[in-house]
């Protein structure tokens, strides 16, 4: 094209600006369904950037060796809460919508002569906007995965913490957090990856389990609070060894997430009502966490109250009163001839002769009062991980009534 008619058809564009702008979003109207419910102050800032791409376009045929840079500064007069209010999708029809609103208009401003050289030019540097609009949705996500990534730590430390509180909720719905029936903390080994690596695998298995999660890296430690509904389980304190549905649909959400954990044991702590009583579960996870090398057998995941015995004997004063209070309570409760029948057969090293001749029974009714016994307290004498268990609750039940 001669430089002289190049330059007249560059400046009828420049002139032609704010009339090429308003048929852009008058198009945008009419054929974007989404554009008319969008606030007036946000169809205002779109316009604005509709006449600034202009103008950079005009820039842009007068400087085609800086054209990267001119398209990027499109995006510059935009405020920054336009990019939440507009997905990269709508994005993308709008640029399509304003690059037709020029088009129909090239005719009339280049003449016969120069028009395909100005439609070709109209779609490369619509090209560049594209690119250039796709970086700034790219840096906008980064920024927004960084502060969320933040804001999830922050949260997960709080329950991690126990300190509980008003603005966690809130905290929460912000990460995508809904709210679910039941809550729990399961804790592992954190896998020999970067943070954000690892956080970003249990986010994928939650969502393919159909889970919510929030996690964090405490050092050596990964951290996740999930929540679901368990199969309508109940918040419990009760450390029978049999798993009600709920339990175990925990104990399944816990094995979907096992491949973003080290090899080490995984912990799951006892069902808790909503975010805010996570605490709790957190701190018996934790503490079974810091036990479970006592039980080398344990089942990978196990739960914290099947690690009572152990986070009792290291100091555990809720595990100690949990013993207390749901196995020697009720079997004290029970009648002293079980309590005296069940701590001899503990005593003799699970010998039923032994037993019987001790306490001068015959063999049957030391059997039978063994049956009422795991009735009464939920933990079967005969079994071998049941009868430890049982033996440190009536220790602790022995000192806690001296």
Same mark, same amino acid.
């Given at each position: 094209?001669?430089?002289?008619?190049a330059?007249?058809v560059?400046r009828r564009?420049e002139?032609s600006?704010?009339?090429?702008?308003?048929?852009?979003v008058t198009r945008?109207h009419?054929?974007?369904?989404w554009f008319?419910?969008?606030s007036?102050?946000h169809?205002?800032?779109?316009q604005?950037?509709?006449?600034?791409?202009?103008?950079?376009?005009?820039e842009?045929?007068?400087r085609?060796?800086?054209a990267?840079?001119l398209?990027?500064?499109?995006f510059?007069?935009?405020?920054?809460?336009?990019?939440?209010?507009?997905t990269?999708r709508?994005l993308?029809d709008l640029?399509?919508?304003?690059?037709?609103?020029v088009?129909a208009?090239v005719?009339?401003?280049?003449?016969? #002569?120069h028009?395909q050289?100005l +439609?070709? $030019?109209?779609?490369?540097?619509?090209?560049?906007i594209?690119?250039? @609009?796709? /970086? &700034?949705y790219?840096?906008a996500?980064?920024?927004?995965?960084?502060?969320?990534?933040?804001l999830?730590a922050l949260?997960v430390?709080h329950v991690v913490?126990?300190?509980v509180?008003?603005?966690l909720p809130?905290?929460?719905?912000?990460?995508?957090?809904?709210n679910?029936?039941m809550?729990?903390?399961?804790v592992g080994d954190t896998?020999d990856h970067?943070?954000?690596v690892?956080v970003?695998q249990?986010h994928?298995l939650?969502r393919?389990?159909?889970?919510?999660?929030?996690t964090?890296?405490?050092?050596d430690?990964?951290v996740v609070?999930?929540?679901?509904?368990f199969?309508?389980?109940?918040?419990s304190?009760?450390i029978?060894p049999?798993? #009600?549905q709920?339990?175990r649909? +925990?104990? $399944?959400?816990?094995?979907?997430l096992?491949?973003?954990?080290?090899? @080490?044991? /995984? &912990?799951?702590?006892p069902?808790?009502s909503d975010?805010a009583?996570a605490?709790?579960?957190?701190?018996?996870a934790l503490a079974?966490?810091?036990?479970?090398a006592a039980?080398?057998?344990a089942p990978?995941?196990?739960t914290?109250?099947a690690?009572?015995p152990e986070?009792a004997?290291a100091?555990?004063?809720?595990?100690r009163?949990a013993?207390?209070?749901?196995v020697?309570?009720?079997?004290r409760e029970?009648?002293?001839?079980l309590?005296a029948t069940?701590?001899a057969?503990?005593d003799?090293g699970?010998?039923?002769e032994a037993?019987?001749?001790?306490?001068y029974l015959?063999?049957n009714?030391?059997?039978y009062r063994?049956?009422?016994?795991? #009735?009464a307290c939920?933990?079967d004498?005969t079994d071998?991980?049941?009868?430890?268990?049982?033996h440190?609750?009536l220790?602790?039940?022995?000192l806690?009534t001296v």
């Amino acid at each position: 094209m001669d430089p002289t008619a190049a330059e007249e058809v560059i400046r009828r564009i420049e002139r032609s600006s704010g009339m090429l702008a308003g048929r852009a979003v008058t198009r945008m109207h009419d054929v974007l369904p989404w554009f008319a419910s969008m606030s007036a102050r946000h169809r205002a800032d779109i316009q604005l950037v509709v006449q600034a791409g202009i103008s950079s376009f005009v820039e842009w045929c007068r400087r085609p060796e800086h054209a990267r840079e001119l398209s990027g500064d499109v995006f510059k007069v935009a405020p920054r809460d336009l990019v939440r209010a507009v997905t990269f999708r709508r994005l993308v029809d709008l640029v399509r919508v304003a690059v037709e609103a020029v088009e129909a208009e090239v005719s009339s401003l280049a003449g016969p #002569d120069h028009e395909q050289r100005l +439609l070709a $030019d109209v779609l490369r540097y619509s090209r560049d906007i594209a690119f250039a @609009g796709a /970086v &700034v949705y790219a840096r906008a996500a980064e920024e927004r995965g960084a502060w969320d990534a933040r804001l999830e730590a922050l949260v997960v430390d709080h329950v991690v913490r126990g300190e509980v509180e008003r603005a966690l909720p809130s905290r929460a719905a912000a990460l995508g957090w809904r709210n679910p029936p039941m809550v729990a903390v399961i804790v592992g080994d954190t896998p020999d990856h970067s943070p954000e690596v690892v956080v970003d695998q249990v986010h994928r298995l939650g969502r393919g389990a159909g889970l919510e999660v929030l996690t964090g890296v405490h050092h050596d430690r990964l951290v996740v609070i999930v929540g679901g509904d368990f199969g309508g389980a109940q918040a419990s304190r009760s450390i029978r060894p049999g798993l #009600d549905q709920g339990e175990r649909a +925990l104990l $399944d959400a816990a094995e979907a997430l096992l491949p973003a954990c080290g090899p @080490g044991p /995984v &912990v799951v702590g006892p069902i808790a009502s909503d975010l805010a009583a996570a605490a709790s579960s957190a701190h018996a996870a934790l503490a079974a966490a810091d036990v479970v090398a006592a039980w080398p057998a344990a089942p990978r995941p196990v739960t914290a109250q099947a690690l009572l015995p152990e986070r009792a004997l290291a100091g555990d004063t809720g595990a100690r009163r949990a013993l207390v209070e749901n196995v020697y309570v009720p079997l004290r409760e029970a009648g002293a001839p079980l309590l005296a029948t069940a701590g001899a057969y503990l005593d003799f090293g699970a010998s039923l002769e032994a037993t019987a001749r001790a306490l001068y029974l015959h063999p049957n009714t030391v059997r039978y009062r063994l049956r009422k016994a795991a #009735d009464a307290c939920g933990l079967d004498p005969t079994d071998h991980r049941e009868r430890f268990t049982l033996h440190v609750a009536l220790i602790l039940g022995r000192l806690a009534t001296v």
